[in-house]
């Protein structure tokens, strides 16, 4: 075996590509490798070609790379090994790709040649890419903070991809970015700094373009192009953009040194990067999203709880006043109930700094502060800034330190309440979206206070009913003592008077049983119509359209039954409709100086509809005091139905009451 | 002469103390109480046992009290026609005297329950409902014919016609209105054809007929 041939079987099954050099500085052979790596095909077709003007015969920026400063073919010379840690070779198509390259003499029998072995410097940058996009993925699948993968991130890719200074900015609003992660030797611009964007820098133009964008910074004026050059020696700019949710969320440059501009690549290897930052940023979104939501349902059942529990209002408004501050990030929160005269009343009122707005303070509800807006509108709202707003609810304010303010409506049983307000005394306003948060909240409230309402209202009933129940037993008893009793005392004394008077006067003692017979008859009347009148016999056998007849045959006012329904329905509903309409006759009697009137009873399969209506002066309105209609409204309305009254003066009055028949 | 054989009758009512009052007056003028019931369920079966002429029961009678005694008195009238029912009542409701009626006017009575005490007036009632007559309260008689009404013929009747009438639908003949009225029967027969002239009703030979008409005129409440 020659040295020539037993050299080519090593080099054959070496991996690095390796290629050998005669004394003349012509190929004498290539490993495949090499080969391989160059964009040639076949060994044949180096061989015998001078090397430098193959492979090396330029610099990156097309400028001719002379032979007599090439250092690669110098150990043929010098006997001395040589390592360059840069540099470029040409492949047959005339790209170029960067290359760490060692050179050492070779002594062959033909003379001294050399032997040139080299590294792909892409390739070694992307396996180096492969595995630090490997480990940023892992980081960012683990749940870390953007702030650590922003600081990772720039360290591996200056790293990987070999570049001197890696920054990460955030896009601000106006205009403003802000370094958020960066990476290099010598970098002039530490995380937290913040720069107007304009139209020559890289971020400048990524964020007007949302696509990637190259700068020369010889070409571009101002400060930071300075400053990167002096401090860094920064002369090129590669940006591409960190897009989240379909919009430019932030650059990420690579900024280089040195005489050429970064590799055509760069954008495509930055890419990489920037999807897995916008990954992470993503993910950290939605976590954050899920912890507000987890955050404002804790605060919210908390909240529930206590107005499913019925607690106090005033318990119940200090907590969400609080429950809201803590979960929105207001400095301020306060409840606001709107009064009928105008007014707003603070009912409640919770802040981090003692600028709410103290309970019971009263101020018009008028100009332009959130409560007026939320008011006005019924809906959501916000003010973001206090400043300058006239009217004395924004002077106040402004007093206790609140710049900006959103706000909910409070709305029960159709009508605003009031409002829950939050505010802040920081100079930002509180974010978007932050008053439909408040909302809520302003619903919990309603609740609340519809609860309040409900049982006030269900409690002055129970008082009113255990007062009518009374009055009509105290009714009852005088009735008894000034009737049926009064009837059969003065027949006792008769039937007494006559037994002693029946020996010695018959014809007296006659007439005495004649009229103890009378009066007996007139208290067995009474009696019966007493009965009938607490609750007549007739409706339990026949039901309300025959009670209702009976009803009527007593009244003395023509009162059409023409539209009575003959159904069964409930017992209690039955002796509350009855109870009703005859009330409403007595009310129609006593008041409203009717004609005639009309009872009309409708039993559908689940709604009982009675109505009574006269022809009378109307004008007849709930009185809230009295036992007239609101007492009939309380008796419907124990049995779930609903009591409505149409008097306008002068056309009479109509009574509806609607009951469900469960 | 079948109308002066004793009038059988069968008596329902719970209170023991009325019980024996009713069963006293009906004895002392000369009706034969064949059976006495304390539940509505007894009555029944007593009426259908007995066939008497007439059931004086009260309205209110276990089980189930209510009118349950004028549920008895309705399934006796149907199911047999020749036994007169006079149901006692402390109730003085219209409707329940005309349900009683019904759509036949014989043999049916409905008065109020101390009516019992007036002797004359209560057997004298007992007898025109066993012989197929009609007896209605007077006080209820009056709350039809007295309803207050908006216009229409009653109002146009004069205040004798008004009391003709109310003793038309009490049930009376015209021989008992006359002596009531003390008027002749030719006088009331004068007063019958105006009254059935305002009122646009046919008039009918027949007594029972008659009430009937005059009834279901007032029921209607024009």
């Known amino acids: ?662 | 002469m079948a109308d002066q054989a004793v009038i059988r009758v069968v008596v329902g009512e719970d209170q023991p103390l009325v019980r024996e009052g009713v069963i006293r007056v009906l004895e002392r003028a000369g009706f034969e109480v064949v059976g006495v019931a304390a539940d509505a369920d007894d009555l029944a079966r007593k009426a259908r046992a007995h066939h008497p002429d007439v059931v004086v029961t009260d309205i209110r009678m276990p089980p189930g009290e209510a009118d349950a005694g004028l549920q008895a008195a309705l399934a006796i009238r149907r199911d047999d026609p020749a036994t007169g029912v006079l149901v006692l009542s402390q109730y003085l409701e219209t409707r329940y005297a005309l349900d009683l009626v019904g759509e036949r006017a014989e043999g049916v009575g409905y008065l109020l329950k101390d009516r019992v005490g007036d002797v004359p007036a209560f057997t004298d009632a007992v007898r025109r409902v066993a012989r197929g007559g009609s007896a209605l309260d007077p006080a209820v008689v009056e709350r039809m014919v007295g309803r207050p009404r908006d216009g229409g013929p009653i109002a146009e009747l004069t205040a004798r016609e008004r009391e003709v009438l109310s003793l038309m639908a009490e049930g009376l003949s015209n021989q008992a209105i006359a002596e009531r009225l003390v008027i002749t029967v030719a006088g009331v027969e004068r007063h019958v054809t105006r009254i059935f002239g305002k009122l646009d009703l046919h008039q009918t030979p027949e007594h029972h007929r008659r009430v009937l008409a005059v009834l279901q005129y007032l029921r209607t409440g024009r």
């Not at chain 1, 005669?22 to 076949?42: C, S, T, W």
């Not at chain 1, 004395?392 to 409070?410: M, N, Y």
């Not at chain 1, 008893?477 to 006067?505: F, K, P």
Request: hydrophobic share 45%; net charge negative.
């Open chain 1, 1 to 662: 075996m020659t040295d020539d041939a037993f050299l080519r079987s090593i080099l054959d099954t070496v991996a690095q590509p390796v290629w050998v050099v005669d004394h003349d500085g012509r190929i004498r052979f290539a490993n495949p490798e090499a080969v391989r790596a160059l964009g040639y095909d076949d060994v044949a077709e180096l061989s015998g070609k001078p090397s430098h003007e193959t492979i090396h015969y330029k610099h990156p920026d097309g400028s001719p790379f002379p032979v007599n400063d090439c250092p690669m073919l110098r150990p043929r010379l010098d006997g001395e090994a040589i390592h360059e840690d840069e540099d470029w070779f040409v492949r047959r198509d005339g790209s170029m790709f960067p290359v760490e390259y060692w050179s050492a003499p070779l002594e062959m029998p033909d003379g001294r040649g050399a032997v040139v072995a080299f590294t792909d410097l892409e390739d070694r940058r992307r396996t180096a890419q492969t595995s630090a996009l490997r480990r940023v993925a892992t980081l960012v699948a683990q749940g870390a903070a953007p702030a650590d993968v922003f600081a990772v991130v720039a360290k591996e890719v200056a790293h990987s991809l070999g570049f001197a200074l890696i920054s990460i900015v955030r896009l601000e609003p106006e205009g403003i970015a802000t370094q958020v992660g960066v990476w290099g030797e010598q970098n002039p611009f530490p995380v937290g700094t913040s720069w107007r964007l304009d139209a020559h820098g890289v971020s400048g133009q990524v964020a007007r373009t949302g696509r990637p964008a190259r700068v020369d910074y010889a070409d571009v004026p101002g400060e930071i192009a300075a400053t990167l050059a002096r401090d860094a020696g920064i002369r090129w700019a590669v940006g591409v953009p960190i897009v989240l949710d379909g919009g430019v969320w932030g650059v990420m440059m690579a900024l280089s040194t040195g005489p050429t501009p970064q590799p055509e690549t760069t954008e495509a290897r930055l890419a990489g990067f920037t999807e897995l930052v916008a990954t992470a940023l993503a993910n950290t979104h939605a976590r954050d999203e899920l912890r507000r939501l987890a955050d404002e349902q804790s605060a919210l059942r908390c909240v529930a709880t206590l107005v499913a529990r019925g607690a106090a209002s005033r318990e119940v408004f200090d907590a969400v006043c609080e429950e809201t501050g803590r979960l929105i990030d207001a400095t301020s929160v306060n409840l606001a109930h709107f009064t009928s005269d105008g007014i707003n009343l603070t009912m409640a009122g919770w802040s981090l700094h003692g600028t709410h707005v103290p309970p019971g303070t009263q101020l018009p509800l008028d100009g332009f502060a959130i409560n007026e807006l939320v008011a006005r509108k019924r809906a959501p709202g916000r003010v973001d800034t206090y400043e300058g707003v006239p009217e004395r609810l924004a002077a106040r304010l402004r007093e206790l330190g609140i710049k900006s303010e959103v706000g909910a409506p409070v709305v029960v049983d159709g009508h605003v309440w009031g409002a829950l307000i939050a505010g802040t005394d920081e100079p930002d306003p509180l974010p978007v979206g932050a008053e439909y948060r408040v909302a809520s909240f302003a619903e919990l409230i309603a609740t609340a206070v519809s609860n309040a309402t409900a049982r006030a209202e269900l409690m002055a009933s129970r008082a009113r009913t255990v007062a009518a129940a009374d009055a009509a037993r105290r009714r009852l008893a005088r009735d008894l003592h000034d009737g049926a009793q009064q009837d059969l005392v003065n027949v006792v004394i008769d039937l007494q008077l006559a037994q002693q008077a029946w020996d010695d006067d018959i014809a007296r003692a006659r007439a005495l049983v004649d009229r103890a017979t009378e009066q007996s008859q007139v208290g067995v009347d009474g009696l019966r119509e007493l009965a009938a009148g607490i609750h007549p016999e007739i409706l339990t056998s026949r039901g309300l359209a025959a009670a209702i007849e009976g009803l009527v045959e007593r009244l003395p006012m023509p009162v059409d039954t023409h539209e009575l329904a003959e159904g069964r329905v409930a017992q209690e509903i039955e002796a509350s409709v009855y109870f009703l309409v005859s009330e409403a006759l007595t009310n129609v009697i006593k008041h409203a100086k009717a004609q005639s009137a009309r009872v009309r009873l409708a039993i559908d399969p689940d709604v009982l509809t009675v109505e009574v209506s006269d022809d009378g002066v109307g004008g007849a309105h709930a009185d809230p005091g009295g036992s007239g209609l609101t007492g009939l409204s309380d008796r419907i309305g124990a049995l779930d139905g609903t009591l409505s009254v149409d008097s306008r003066a002068g056309s009479g009055t109509t009574l509806r009451a609607v009951v469900p028949l469960a």
